[in-house]
């Protein structure tokens, strides 16, 4: 949690005017059809046999939302020896499944040759996935041999949470002449697992969407959840943070799934989750705008009170800087901030904030004031 603190801390504050300009994005409207909300992009983890994408497909083909087929065909897998795709004959039948369902098809590319492949057997749209987008050199391959293709290309975000690297994959793309983009967020490995696989970690793909307006985010909740049981509440708060879409991995027999076999969910159980998605609208009528104006209002001006007494705190914190300074006193008393420490969080929780916010809250305002005396003692 401290980590996703400092994370959003530091895009926000150090990155909060900065916008990129270079980018030339055509909307997700005018390339695919996304009649029905949320759109959904659904096909199993890998190709495994000519059946098994055949039957996911076509039962997927009866769930309206779900336009895109998808089938991981070259797997990189974090260990040798392990099914590691199907390779080009997959190609061939998605070709099949494409002409037997009018789904659109997708795949993921890491290498130029999968590129070509992936064209030559007219696949609609490629995909570069977390472990290919970490490394530029890769990526800067991929865009030259798609220099002068007309295809979507979607990139899932690096394994490492680098809202940079993110965005340098987009950039280098777009700089190749692809401008139906899409990026994909499918969460950040984090060594400790604790209840995501990957963790999500949403002010991430915030910031990716507030630094290339226009850019399509969508969420990939099964690589997020790693489990069944987390797929709906990952892909409501997806829809609620006003994501374009989902790409969520299915299997005519999940259990049997030769990757990725915990996150499958069968065609039949994703039309029931979709069914149990709330879609909000983005803005209400004019009595509930008028009203949200008048609260948002009141949080403006608590922040300015808050601000203007935080930074009230930070020149007391300075004088007791001088002044341990000019006693030459150690600048952190354990003692001292123990005491505040538990006092404030008793305070805290006693009118209603959560124990994780205070935390987090008092261990940042510990920080600065460290800081800021450290400045004076220097
Ligand atoms: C996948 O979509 O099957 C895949 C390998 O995803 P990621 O790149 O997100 O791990
Ligand atoms: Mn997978």
């Given at each position: 949690?401290a980590?996703?603190f ?12 900065y916008?990129e300009?270079q ?6 409207k ?5 009649d ?8 199993p983890?890998?190709a ?13 083909a009866a ?5 895109v087929?998808?089938?991981g065909?070259?797997?990189?897998r974090?260990r ?10 997959g ?5 099949e499944?494409r ?10 590319v ?9 064209l ?5 749209i490629?995909?570069?996935g ?15 041999v798609?220099?002068?293709?007309d ?15 993110w ?19 499918r969460g950040?490995?984090?060594?400790h ?5 990957n ?6 793909p915030?910031e ?6 226009g ?6 909740p ?5 489990c069944r ?9 997806a829809?609620?943070?006003e994501?374009a ?11 049997k799934?030769?990757?990725?076999a915990h ?7 994703l039309?029931g ?47 007791i ?20 420490f538990?006092d404030?969080?008793?305070?805290g929780?006693?009118?209603?904030l959560s124990?994780?916010f ?7 305002i510990h920080?600065e ?8 003692m220097?």
């Amino acid at each position: 949690m401290a980590a996703t603190f400092l994370l959003l801390d530091l895009f926000t504050f150090t990155c909060s005017k900065y916008m990129e300009k270079q980018f030339d994005i055509i909307p997700l409207k005018d390339w695919l059809p996304t009649d029905n909300f949320p759109f959904v992009i659904s096909g199993p983890c890998s190709a495994e046999t000519y059946d098994q994408v055949l039957e996911t497909a076509v039962q997927l083909a009866a769930i309206p939302q779900v336009k895109v087929f998808r089938a991981g065909l070259w797997k990189p897998r974090t260990r040798p020896s392990t099914f590691e795709g199907v390779g080009e004959i997959g190609l061939e039948w998605l070709t099949e499944a494409r002409k037997q369902t009018g789904l659109l098809t997708t795949v993921e590319v890491a290498r130029p040759e999968h590129v070509e492949a992936c064209l030559k057997h007219k696949v609609d749209i490629l995909w570069l996935g977390a472990r290919t987008v970490v490394n530029p050199f890769s990526v800067q391959e991929l865009a030259e041999v798609l220099k002068g293709v007309d295809i979507p290309v979607m990139v899932k975000n690096p394994l490492n949470p680098d809202v940079s690297l993110w965005i340098g994959a987009i950039e280098r793309l777009n700089k190749s002449g692809i401008r139906k983009l899409v990026a994909i967020h499918r969460g950040f490995y984090y060594y400790h697992h604790a209840l995501y696989r990957n963790q999500p970690m949403w002010e991430i793909p915030i910031e990716l969407q507030r630094r290339i307006p226009g850019l399509p985010v969508i969420c990939d909740p099964s690589h997020i959840s790693g489990c069944r049981e987390l797929l709906l509440p990952v892909s409501q708060k997806a829809l609620d943070l006003e994501m374009a879409g989902l790409m969520i991995e299915t299997h005519c027999s999940p259990d049997k799934a030769l990757t990725d076999a915990h996150q499958q969910i069968t065609p039949k159980e994703l039309g029931g989750l979709i069914a149990s998605l709330v879609v909000r609208q983005c803005k209400g009528d004019m009595e509930f705008e008028t009203k949200l104006e008048i609260l948002r209002r009141e949080i403006d001006k608590m922040d300015a009170e808050l601000l203007d007494i935080l930074s009230k705190r930070m020149k007391i914190v300075g004088e007791i800087g001088q002044y341990k300074k000019e006693n030459n006193i150690t600048i952190l008393q354990i003692q001292r901030w123990s005491d505040i420490f538990y006092d404030r969080l008793n305070l805290g929780s006693r009118i209603g904030l959560s124990r994780e916010f205070l935390l987090q809250l008092l261990q940042i305002i510990h920080e600065e004031s460290i800081r800021k005396q450290e400045e004076i003692m220097d």
